[in-house]
């Protein structure tokens, strides 16, 4: 058994009188305690007799430098008498030292200046693994379309039909919905002009330049970008690419090539889909307000011209090569462990918004210097 006895001398020292073993099973009854007894007093001077300890292991020597390092941050003094050789070289040993705030601010600086180069070494590593992965796919697809006998196409139709005849569901009904709420906005502020006709060309021109394209190439991002994804990492994992790379089969031709062709040849229609749908929605809202179907018919027919059609739908050309793009590169990118499919997936979906929002900015700025 271990005990503690307290002696106050004055009112600036105290003295803790320690006897027995100080081992795992007596310990944690002490250390409350004594750090009770302690924090009660707050002496400028504590003073542990040890010279009563007949065993000390690694619990003992925990409370002992807790009762150390206590006093020390508090600017009080402590002084350890009577321990035995043995007990004192255990302290040498387990304490780590007194950390001044001056040292932790630079270690804590030093730490901050690591995690900010280990970032942007991982974001300069992820940029160059872009780059080469942009050259060699496209490398592949000009082969691909200058030899289409090469490409598996029965491959890149199912793929299709998966990216884009199972999501005309979703594009058609997420069409109608922002036709629906842009038609119902619009004829709020447009009323206090007396200029409700007017919504039809708002939503029209809204629809085929800017919205038709990015929400159905977001919706493409979030099924098919994330598919891609988990289909090559779990491929990845399976070590299915590593069997084709030692067959002699190239995984960019064999896997990526169709599914970024079928992603391009999806987007345009399912775009339409979203467009078709949207001024439906858009003429549902007039018609509800007074307009004459024919009278809304003619506006939608006067308000957007072919070019503001085949506008939006060069942008999906490009948003659909971005999306099956950065899917499978993350696909292949996939690391290790349980979670690493999941990791691929979410960090396509990221990737493809963030691109598809920095290439919608690039043709903004690019259909404004046309004059388009």
């Known amino acids: 058994m271990a005990s503690i006895d307290y002696q106050k001398l004055h009112e600036d020292q105290l003295t803790l009188v320690v006897t027995g073993r100080l081992d795992a099973e007596t310990t944690g009854r002490l250390w409350s305690e004594a750090a009770r007894k302690v924090t009660e007093t707050k002496p400028k001077v504590l003073i542990v007799e040890a010279g009563g300890v007949e065993y000390c292991d690694g619990a003992g020597v925990a409370l002992l430098l807790q009762l150390k390092h206590s006093q020390e941050e508090s600017g009080g003094q402590i002084q350890i008498k009577g321990l035995r050789p043995q007990f004192e070289q255990l302290m040498v040993l387990f304490d780590p030292g007194r950390t001044d705030k001056s040292e932790q601010e630079d270690a804590?600086?030093?730490?901050?200046?690591?995690?900010?180069?280990?970032?942007?070494?991982?974001?300069?590593?992820?940029?160059?693994?872009?780059?080469?992965?942009?050259?060699?796919?496209?490398?592949?697809?000009?082969?691909?379309?200058?030899?289409?006998?090469?490409?598996?196409?029965?491959?890149?139709?199912?793929?299709?039909?998966?990216?884009?005849?199972?999501?005309?569901?979703?594009?058609?009904?997420?069409?109608f919905l922002i036709g629906l709420i842009l038609a119902f906005q619009s004829t709020v502020a447009m009323r206090k002009f007396g200029a409700e006709i007017f919504v039809a060309d708002l939503v029209t021109i809204s629809l085929f330049r800017e919205l038709g394209p990015l929400l159905t190439a977001f919706i493409l991002a979030s099924r098919s970008g994330s598919a891609f994804a988990a289909e090559l990492g779990t491929m990845k994992i399976n070590e299915e690419i590593d069997a084709l790379t030692t067959m002699g089969l190239d995984p960019v031709r064999f896997l990526v090539v169709p599914r970024v062709i079928a992603a391009v040849l999806v987007m345009p229609l399912l775009t339409m889909f979203n467009n078709f749908f949207g001024l439906i929605g858009c003429g549902l809202v007039m018609i509800s307000v007074g307009f004459a179907p024919a009278a809304v018919l003619n506006q939608i027919r006067e308000a957007a011209f072919l070019g503001d059609l085949f506008g939006g739908l060069v942008k999906t050309l490009v948003f659909g090569t971005l999306i099956a793009g950065i899917g499978c590169l993350r696909g292949l990118q996939t690391g290790t462990g349980a979670s690493a499919v999941g990791d691929s997936a979410t960090r396509a979906v990221v990737s493809g918004?963030?691109?598809?929002?920095?290439?919608?900015?690039?043709?903004?700025?690019v259909f404004f210097l046309l004059g388009i």
């Open 108 to 175: 804590s600086l030093a730490s901050s200046i690591e995690n900010v180069g280990q970032l942007t070494f991982r974001l300069l590593q992820d940029v160059r693994l872009q780059v080469s992965f942009i050259g060699e796919l496209s490398v592949k697809l000009v082969r691909a379309l200058t030899h289409p006998g090469n490409l598996r196409w029965r491959d890149t139709l199912v793929i299709a039909e998966k990216s884009g005849a199972n999501a005309v569901g979703i594009t058609a009904l997420l069409g």
């Open 353 to 365: 918004i963030i691109a598809i929002v920095i290439a919608d900015g690039v043709f903004a700025v």
